[in-house]
């Protein structure tokens, strides 16, 4: 999908639907003032300004981040190739945008690249995406899963790095 395209309609379109996602998983992990949050995949921010914390967006569409930039800190760039020192995030989330990524096996172990050790990495997956059941299974394999919640059109993975 061309994202710059519907920027200026983003909110309208998939706002609402944003916002509920982010606050189901401020139901399920507490997130500190204190803690650094990376939102990859942010679009305009309309839910990572919902996290009370240090926060950073990225996002490959210049015209979201251009919207973002309104709301909270962003950058243009690409989850496969995040532009940060390792071991930098308490929480890193991917709110819908996994299933949009080029390479998600790259786009996972970059995310967890950036996350401190038993940092908490959270991924929203569409679930009639056809790559659904190959990015859980991916993220199984890198990120320790301390919970699934079923959402009306996203499976919500809430995620620990490993500790070594």
């Not at 390792?86 to 786009?107: E, S």
């Not at 059941?133 to 993975?157: G, P, R």
């Amino acid at each position: 999908m061309d994202y710059d395209s519907i920027s200026t309609g983003y909110d309208e379109l998939y706002g609402e639907e944003q916002i509920k996602k982010a606050e189901l998983i401020l139901q399920n992990i507490y997130v500190r003032k204190t803690d650094w949050l990376l939102d990859v995949g942010c679009g305009t921010g309309i839910s990572t300004e919902l996290f009370e914390c240090n926060k950073i967006g990225i996002d490959p569409s210049e015209r979201l981040v251009c919207q973002a930039v309104k709301r909270i800190p962003a950058i243009i760039g690409k989850g496969e190739e995040l532009p940060f020192n390792d071991a930098v995030f308490d929480v890193v989330i991917c709110i819908t945008a996994i299933h949009n990524f080029d390479d998600y096996r790259k786009g996972i172990s970059e995310m967890k690249r950036v996350c401190r050790k038993n940092g908490r990495i959270i991924i929203t997956i569409l679930k009639k995406s056809k790559k659904a059941e190959e990015i859980k299974k991916f993220a199984k394999e890198k990120l320790i899963i301390e919970k699934e919640v079923e959402e009306e059109k996203d499976l919500i993975l809430i995620c620990t790095t490993p500790a070594q």
